[in-house]
């Protein structure tokens, strides 16, 4: 045996009001990895990221995370994870800037900030209140976080929604400079990403998650 | 130690087939407690000194307002035991027990009321008793407009089981500042703790009637288990032989 | 991230606070609620100050009441529906710092500036001058007990889409005691008499209310809000 993998899940199972949500025997991910996570609507997807973020407690199973149960070291776990779901936690009356300076929550200095967000394009609206973007724009500002912040696994739940052509080839840069530095991403959406070694996991009808990588 | 007597209980089949061999004698039991009761108490017992035959209705009220309380500790141990140990059961008793306990309180108001009417001579006074028994009904009334109100049922045990729990903490502050506001009641006529300040020819059968609503509460809490177990596991195999037999005795009674 | 974990109270407060800042009108509607309701009660019942100087203590601490009710109801669902809630579930602290600084925060712009206009209500219902003082004082603290007992509430109800009539419903059992010792504050101030006893027991129910309330808010966020 080697080193653990990042992240192994072992026999997950999910139930809501006794239908299986997420059922998935084996799934590991590793340092350098990008798994994208596929399957039609309500078939378990976000479901699937949100028990991996402990925001849900599985019914069976553990996900293990450097080989210690993420329930063991829950704080550690959460320090190293970034998470971007479908709603993207931007207040609305707070400008671009603030909304970055929350989210990375730490006494981050406000150029970088500031730079994170002109290298998504925002230069220029980063001092006006967000309700006045587009929301192409809010999600970029969500978006940023991830130049700023320094957690080794990022979970992005639909990244790609009304973002243009253009921000889609930037997040894909992202993601490739992350893993390139020791990181990981298990990313869910449709869209076909343009990265090599993109490891996929379909979710089929019947929420069974298998690999098929 | 050895903890599977206690996973068994959380088996909601196991509680379907001991509650189906014991219910019929319980209920048996209730019924006799309770008739005795009654006709004792209404029948045989001596008058009040003062209320004459009115206060005879506190064989009703009296024990209509222990079960309401002790229904709703009931319904927040049961919710309890389901947020620590995730048992599917203990959920099903708490949602079992918040329509009777709610009804055990609408009764003891209404008695209380009819009471009143001769005592003090008003349907409704605001009595410190009577005001934390109509506090009693809102909690059960908030307890049961939650669980109804989340699709998601287990977001709705989780939610009403923690209600339970907060108002649980909250029984004994609400009871004592209602107190506090008015202290213009009749003093407690039974303590546990003290010889009944009333006379034992009135005494006794209240106590009967006392055993016998408790009797009659574990029934109806069963039954309306029982019925909350079968819609629940209604796509378990025991469930499916369950109906398969009983629609075969129904067929069989017809021919 | 880690180095927030110590001031998650902090942190919330100030944005709380900041976000309220931003749409002050919004912030500012439980105020003019509680005023405006006010003058519904000479409307309605009598102007004569006489018979409002009798009902003006109770009448007070019930719209306070209401108004802090009401506006309880926003206290999460804004970070539910943008998703800043699930953000904040897991974050790499102890839930029960940033809810205490959200519950002060809301606090700070429902509770205080209610509890600072009160005399100009007192003023409008005759209420005798015996009561103003006590009546600050019990409204500073019986407030505080319920923004976080509303908060358990909009804890409960944020996941629904209408929790609004749902919250009233399950938090106001919860907020009789407050407003017994509450109104009884102001009555005893007003009749004379040692109106300090009922203050300490709210001030009582407020530590509790500060111990317990944060535990059972952060439990309630944690099992139901995600789903």
């Not at chain 1, 200095?109 to 967000?130: F, K, R």
């Not at chain 1, 309700?131 to 500002?141: H, I, N, P, T």
């Amino acid at each position: 045996m080697g080193n653990p993998s990042l992240i192994t899940i072992e026999n997950l199972r999910f139930e809501r009001d006794d239908t299986t949500v997420v059922n998935c025997d084996h799934l590991h991910l590793d340092a350098g990895d990008i798994l994208q996570v596929e399957g039609p609507n309500g078939s378990g997807k976000t479901t699937l990221l949100r028990l991996l973020t402990t925001a849900l407690q599985p019914c069976e199973g553990t996900i293990l995370y450097c080989g210690k149960s993420i329930i063991e070291c829950r704080l550690e776990y959460l320090s190293d994870i970034l998470f971007i779901g479908h709603q993207s936690a931007v207040k609305l009356s707070l400008t671009a800037e603030e909304n970055l300076a929350w989210m990375a929550m730490s006494q981050l200095d406000s150029s970088s900030v500031l730079n994170a967000l002109e290298s998504l394009g925002l230069a220029g609206y980063t001092d006006i209140p967000c309700y006045k973007l587009s929301a192409g724009q809010k999600r970029r500002v969500a978006l940023a976080r991830l130049l700023i912040s320094d957690a080794r696994i990022w979970y992005l739940d639909e990244p790609f929604t009304a973002i243009d052509r253009e921000g889609v080839k930037l997040l894909e840069r992202c993601m490739k400079d992350h893993v390139s530095s020791g990181g990981a991403v298990v990313v869910s959406t449709h869209q076909d990403l343009d990265l090599k070694g993109v490891r996929h996991y379909p979710i089929l009808g019947e929420s069974l998650l298998r690999a098929c990588s | 130690m050895n903890w599977t007597w206690f996973y068994r209980l959380g088996s909601p089949l196991w509680f379907y087939q001991m509650t189906t061999r014991w219910l019929p004698w319980l209920s048996l039991l209730a019924f006799v407690l309770l008739t005795t009761g009654l006709v004792w108490g209404l029948g045989f017992a001596p008058q009040d000194a003062k209320q004459g035959n009115s206060f005879r209705i506190i064989y009703l009220h009296v024990p209509a307002s222990f079960l309401a309380l002790a229904g709703y500790f009931l319904m927040a141990t049961a919710g309890a035991i389901g947020l620590i140990w995730k048992m599917k059961l203990s959920y099903m008793i708490m949602k079992s027990a918040a329509p009777i306990g709610a009804a055990l309180t609408f009764l003891a108001l209404f008695t209380g009321a009819v009471w009143g009417k001769p005592t003090w001579g008003s349907y409704w006074v605001w009595d410190a008793r009577i005001t934390s028994m109509l506090i009693l009904l809102f909690l059960y009334f908030g307890v049961l407009a939650l669980q109804y109100a989340f699709h998601n049922e287990e977001s709705g045990n989780k939610a009403s089981a923690v209600l339970a729990l907060v108002g649980t903490v909250n029984i004994p502050i609400i009871y004592k500042s209602v107190d506090w506001w008015y202290t213009l009641h009749q003093p407690s006529t039974i303590k546990l703790t003290s010889a009944p300040s009333m006379h034992p020819d009135m005494f006794h059968p209240l106590l009967v009637m006392i055993l016998g609503f408790y009797c009659f509460y574990v029934v109806a809490l069963c039954l309306f288990t029982r019925v909350e177990i079968l819609r629940r596991e209604r796509k378990t195999a025991w469930v499916g032989e369950l109906a398969a037999r009983s629609s075969n005795a129904v067929e069989g009674a017809k021919q | 991230m880690r180095s927030h974990a110590s001031n998650g109270f902090c942190a919330y407060l100030r944005r709380d606070l900041r976000l309220s800042h931003r749409r002050l009108g919004e912030a500012a509607s439980p105020l003019i609620f509680f005023i405006m309701v006010s003058t519904l009660v000479p409307l309605g019942i009598t102007p004569d100050p006489a018979s409002l100087a009798l009902v003006a203590s109770g009448i007070i601490w019930v719209f306070a009441l209401l108004a802090t009710m009401l506006s309880a109801n926003d206290l999460f669902t804004g970070d539910y529906q943008d998703g800043s809630l699930e953000q904040l579930l897991i974050s790499p602290q102890v839930l029960v710092m940033p809810v205490l600084g959200k519950v002060t925060a809301h606090w700070l712009v429902t509770g205080l500036p209610l509890t600072i206009v009160s005399p100009l209500l007192g003023l409008m219902l005759s209420l005798p001058e015996a009561g103003y003082f006590p009546m600050m004082a019990s409204l500073a603290l019986g407030t505080a007990c319920l923004s976080l007992l509303g908060a358990v509430g909009a804890a409960l109800t944020v996941s629904l889409q209408k929790g609004g009539m749902l919250l009233a419903l399950v938090v106001m059992p919860l907020y009789m005691p407050v407003i017994i010792f509450g109104g009884a504050t102001v009555q005893y101030g007003i009749d004379g008499l040692a109106w300090t006893g009922p203050l300490a027991i709210l001030g009582a129910m407020l530590a509790a209310a500060i111990a317990l309330c944060p535990l059972a808010i952060a439990g309630v966020l944690r099992l139901t809000s995600i789903n």
